[in-house]
């Protein structure tokens, strides 16, 4: 048993900012939160928050090997398989290095208040053991989404494509897709109908690129997101040029978005108008993407993606909106996806964190003025 005191606890669904102790027992469960409650070891938290940790809602933690390379470079230069600069870097790669650069990745999410993330990971069955070998001994959740060569083409083989996801849904919670331009309809269906059958997560980028959306506009008549709605994808990704109806058809999709603006940013391909899908009501996740163009620190996304959207939207965007998109709309209640993530509440599992605070709005105090050396105990 033990007992956080004193503490700011940002509590509920709603990050509820309350002075209020919690009691947890010795399986981790949080048994009670009240004023009052007091028992076994006591964790003071004056002048601390206590927060949820976070979902890091989208990584390729494999392009660890190469941080920084390929600036200056489009889009397709860099990630576009199989002649994107990522990809024969990881197609050389030898497993112990890929390993190491991984691991190295994923104590540096923990360190910074992360305790699941969800990453597209290459390279087929093996390339999802290699990861799970990776986190085998590291206190985080890898949420491991899985793809297979034999998706690819207009001319795939749907029963290799079935063989591939029979075997990969086993040992992945999903599956992560680049794109439409590398596969047909008819397998994104085969996809989306497999992984809802065994609830598990059916992911695809869209409208990333604006010239994509347009590609797919000309050949189709469709955007990128209307053909993920269409075939039941329940993750998108990006969504950062929606064309004609596309934040409205999101809106009324069981879709969950997630969000990477400084990913965006950094491939100059644009910013996601998140003022405009906050007020259709959608609430998003948010992920650091690629790690050869960003930190997987979510602290400077979050910071980042509140200042940016406030700037180009000249709106208000209220802060604690943007904290819900690393913590609490990860639910399943609220994101449909199923993900076993916790927040603050008696029942719930404790997975959080006691951060310094620097201010009295414990949201921006989060945001804007949070570093690694802030968080003083990761629960
Ligand atoms: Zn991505």
């Given at each position: 048993?033990?007992?956080?005191?004193?503490?700011?606890?940002?509590?509920?669904?709603?990050?509820?900012?309350?002075?209020?102790?919690?009691?947890?027992?010795?399986?981790?469960?949080?048994?009670?939160i009240?004023?009052?409650?007091?028992?076994?070891?006591?964790i003071?938290?004056?002048?601390?928050?206590v927060?949820?940790?976070?979902?890091n809602?989208?990584?390729?933690?494999g392009?660890?090997?190469?941080?920084?390379?390929?600036?200056?470079?489009?889009?397709?230069?860099?990630?576009?398989?199989?002649?994107?600069?990522?990809?024969?870097?990881?197609?050389?790669?030898?497993?112990?290095?890929?390993?190491?650069a991984?691991?190295?990745?994923?104590?540096?999410?923990?360190?910074?208040?992360?305790?699941?993330?969800?990453?597209?990971?290459?390279?087929?069955?093996?390339?999802?053991?290699?990861?799970?070998e990776?986190?085998?001994?590291?206190p985080?959740?890898?949420?491991?989404?899985a793809?297979?060569?034999?998706?690819?083409?207009?001319?795939?083989?749907?029963h290799?494509?079935?063989?591939?996801?029979?075997?990969?849904?086993?040992?992945?919670?999903?599956?992560?897709?680049s794109?439409?331009?590398?596969?047909?309809?008819?397998?994104?269906?085969?996809?989306?109908?497999?992984?809802?059958?065994e609830?598990?997560?059916?992911?695809?980028?869209?409208?990333?690129?604006?010239?994509?959306?347009?590609?797919?506009?000309?050949?189709?008549?469709?955007?990128?997101?209307?053909r993920?709605?269409?075939?039941?994808?329940?993750?998108?990704?990006?969504?950062?040029?929606?064309?004609?109806?596309?934040?409205?058809?999101?809106?009324?999709s069981?879709?969950?978005?997630?969000?990477?603006?400084?990913?965006?940013?950094?491939?100059?391909?644009?910013?996601?108008?998140?003022?405009?899908?906050?007020?259709?009501?959608?609430?998003?996740?948010?992920?650091?993407?690629?790690?050869?163009?960003?930190?997987?620190?979510?602290?400077?996304?979050?910071?980042?993606?509140?200042?940016?959207?406030?700037?180009?939207?000249?709106?208000h965007?209220?802060?604690?909106?943007?904290?819900?998109?690393?913590?609490?709309?990860?639910?399943?209640?609220?994101?449909?996806?199923?993900?076993?993530?916790?927040?603050i509440?008696?029942?719930?599992?404790?997975?959080?964190?006691?951060?310094?605070?620097?201010?009295?709005?414990?949201?921006?105090?989060?945001?804007?003025?949070?570093?690694?050396?802030?968080?003083?105990?990761?629960?």
């Open positions: 048993m033990k007992t956080i005191v004193n503490g700011l606890i940002l509590k509920g669904l709603e990050l509820e900012a309350k002075k209020e102790n919690i009691l947890i027992d010795d399986d981790g469960t949080i048994l009670e009240s004023k009052e409650v007091k028992e076994g070891e006591i003071d938290a004056d002048n601390k928050i927060c949820p940790r976070f979902l809602a989208h990584t390729h933690i392009d660890s090997i190469i941080k920084d390379e390929g600036e200056g470079l489009s889009l397709d230069e860099v990630v576009k398989p199989p002649h994107g600069i990522k990809h024969v870097a990881l197609e050389s790669a030898d497993d112990d290095v890929l390993i190491e991984m691991r190295e990745s994923m104590w540096d999410m923990y360190n910074m208040g992360v305790s699941h993330f969800i990453d597209y990971r290459e390279g087929g069955l093996d390339g999802v053991k290699l990861l799970k990776a986190a085998k001994d590291i985080i959740t890898p949420i491991i989404l793809r297979d060569s034999s998706f690819y083409g207009e001319d795939a083989n749907y290799m494509v079935k063989m591939a996801l029979k075997k990969l849904l086993k040992e992945s919670d999903g599956i992560g897709l794109g439409f331009g590398e596969i047909s309809t008819t397998v994104a269906e085969i996809i989306c109908e497999r992984c809802e059958r609830d598990k997560i059916s992911s695809i980028h869209v409208a990333e690129n604006e010239l994509n959306q347009i590609a797919s506009l000309e050949k189709t008549g469709k955007s990128e997101p209307q993920a709605f269409e075939a039941g994808f329940n993750q998108i990704v990006h969504m950062t040029n929606p064309k004609n109806d596309d934040v409205e058809l999101l809106a009324r069981d879709s969950s978005l997630t969000v990477c603006p400084r990913s965006n940013g950094a491939l100059a391909v644009g910013v996601v108008p998140l003022y405009e899908i906050l007020n259709k009501g959608v609430r998003p996740l948010i992920g650091t993407d690629n790690i050869m163009i960003n930190s997987p620190n979510m602290f400077r996304e979050l910071e980042f993606t509140l200042k940016i959207m406030k700037g180009v939207s000249r709106n965007i209220d802060a604690r909106e943007i904290l819900k998109m690393a913590t609490t709309n990860a639910d399943s209640s609220i994101s449909n996806l199923p993900i076993d993530k916790s927040y509440g008696e029942g719930q599992k404790a997975e959080l964190m006691i951060v310094n605070k620097k201010s009295n709005n414990p949201y921006l105090s989060l945001i804007n003025r949070t570093e690694a050396n802030d968080i003083v105990k990761i629960i």
